[in-house]
């Protein structure tokens, strides 16, 4: 476990690691990571396998601060362990450690079968962005684990030239809110033709609020005017959170008939939806705002204020000759 060059400082302690007592395995490996000498790598990685797992975890922290690619391989294997605390830190240490070159590693990992690698390993693969993953996500998206469907169609929004996916379109109408709420980000970042759709039906119709929030998200992204009559409608949602991204697309797809809704919504509750009500009125350019605009000049909100008052110029130089409104 040591060697005969190594220092005798880090030596007495790399032995100490080996003892069947808890207390000093613990005072061994806080030690180690005290001092940080390289020295001490090979003998953390075999910390790793330790039984108790708080010895674990410090081997882990240590591995992590001295970033050396030998120990990425004993971490993945820490991904599958059955302490979270452990699975966490290792996680978190690959997030860092983890390149392009561990790809096909990680792959190999979602076909052990372990639920907790698996999910570990999706979410690495977001770091990575490659498309060649795709193949080895797919199954995924018919897991009976909903976990595993969700971390799945989340690390399809990160991977590189992806902009199809036919076998993710489903999960918009999956069981579990968790997975749809992932699912309606993703479709903003892919261009299928029934994405829109998809997008449209989700934002007025699914009965979870942040399904419907994150729908009007991807709507956002996405700019398309054939999703106006849609977002229109959700300018009436209960939640002033879908209200708000709402009028945020809406700033994307200037259209006429938003121009009542945008109206109304200068009134809101909420600060956050009058702010960007007035701003996509400013970006539809229709004199016909003017006047609700002028009025929130006295909103209680600074932010509305400012917006409203940006609104009103946009729509006066956009339109010459009503300047003098």
């Not at 008052?309 to 130089?317: E, G, S, T």
Request: with cysteine.
């Amino acid at each position: 476990m040591y060697t005969a060059d190594m220092d005798p400082e880090v030596a007495q302690w790399v032995e100490m690691l080996r003892s069947p007592d808890l207390d000093n395995r613990l005072v061994a490996v806080k030690t180690l990571q005290h001092l940080g000498d390289e020295d001490a790598i090979e003998p953390l990685i075999g910390a790793l396998y330790d039984e108790n797992p708080t010895v674990q975890e410090i081997a882990i922290t240590t591995l992590w601060e001295f970033a050396n690619p030998v120990a990425i391989n004993p971490l993945i294997e820490c991904l599958s362990s059955p302490h979270e605390n452990v699975r966490s830190e290792a996680l978190s240490a690959l997030k860092e450690l983890v390149s392009t070159n561990d790809l096909m590693r990680l792959l190999d990992v979602l076909q052990v079968g372990n639920v907790h690698a698996q999910l570990n390993v999706l979410v690495l693969l977001r770091k990575i962005h490659d498309a060649q993953a795709l193949p080895f996500i797919l199954p995924f998206f018919e897991a009976e684990n909903p976990e595993l469907r969700e971390a799945a169609v989340i690390t399809l929004r990160y991977l590189n030239q992806v902009v199809r996916c036919e076998p993710a379109l489903a999960l918009a109408k999956d069981p579990n809110e968790a997975v749809r709420r992932a699912t309606a980000l993703t479709l903003g970042h892919l261009n299928d033709a029934e994405v829109v759709p998809l997008l449209c039906e989700l934002l007025t119709s699914d009965p979870d609020w942040q399904v419907r929030r994150n729908a009007a998200q991807s709507l956002d992204i996405l700019a398309d005017p054939a999703a106006i009559a849609s977002l229109v409608k959700a300018m009436d949602d209960p939640e002033w959170q879908v209200r708000k991204f709402t009028a945020r697309a809406l700033q994307k797809t200037p259209d006429v008939q938003a121009l009542p809704a945008l109206i109304k919504a200068l009134a809101d509750e909420y600060s956050d939806v009058r702010r960007d009500a007035a701003t996509a009125l400013g970006k539809l350019a229709d004199t016909n705002a003017l006047p609700a605009l002028q009025q929130t000049l006295n909103d209680p909100d600074m932010d509305v204020r400012i917006f409203s008052q940006r609104a009103i110029d946009a729509i006066q130089k956009s339109q010459p000759e009503t300047s003098n409104v």
